[in-house]
């Protein structure tokens, strides 16, 4: 069993700065790789960023392009999300997610394909 913790969250006024982490302990796979949802308050679970075992392919929903980052530290078995420009729209609770995966330069970008789930860390960007 795959344990995510999620790190990083809290309050920040529009157009500053946060960087998320996700930590995979206990019993992790082989290769996996890892993403970013988040849920805002009345609203369904969407996709932010992903990123493949390796680190060399990512994807990211448009809304954050050219403001998110989203990076993995292997060694340390961690993923970021370095969150810059913040609007108020991005508030919400961020979630880090997981999946097994034999490819090592997939990444996943929809809620079905992740296995496992961190519980969550809030973002909150005042205006």
């Known amino acids: 069993q795959v344990k995510l913790v999620e790190s990083g969250g809290g309050l920040v006024q529009a157009g500053g700065s946060l960087r998320l982490s996700c930590a995979a302990s206990?019993?992790?796979?082989?290769?996996?790789?890892m993403g970013w949802f988040r849920q805002a308050p009345g609203k369904e679970r969407e996709f932010v960023a992903a990123?493949?075992?390796?680190?060399?392919?990512?994807d990211y929903t448009d809304s954050v392009k050219g403001r998110f980052t989203i990076s993995r530290d292997k060694a340390k078995n961690t993923v970021y999300l370095q969150m810059n420009m913040l609007k108020p729209e991005d508030t919400a609770v961020y979630y880090c997610?997981?999946?097994?995966?034999?490819?090592?330069?997939?990444?996943?970008?929809?809620?079905?394909?992740?296995?496992?789930w961190g519980q969550g860390t809030q973002v909150t960007v005042s205006s």
């Open positions: 997610a997981v999946r097994e995966t034999a490819f090592s330069r997939r990444y996943y970008s929809t809620l079905q394909d992740y296995n496992y």
């Open positions: 990123i493949s075992w390796t680190g060399s392919n990512t």
């Open positions: 206990e019993h992790t796979f082989s290769s996996y790789a």
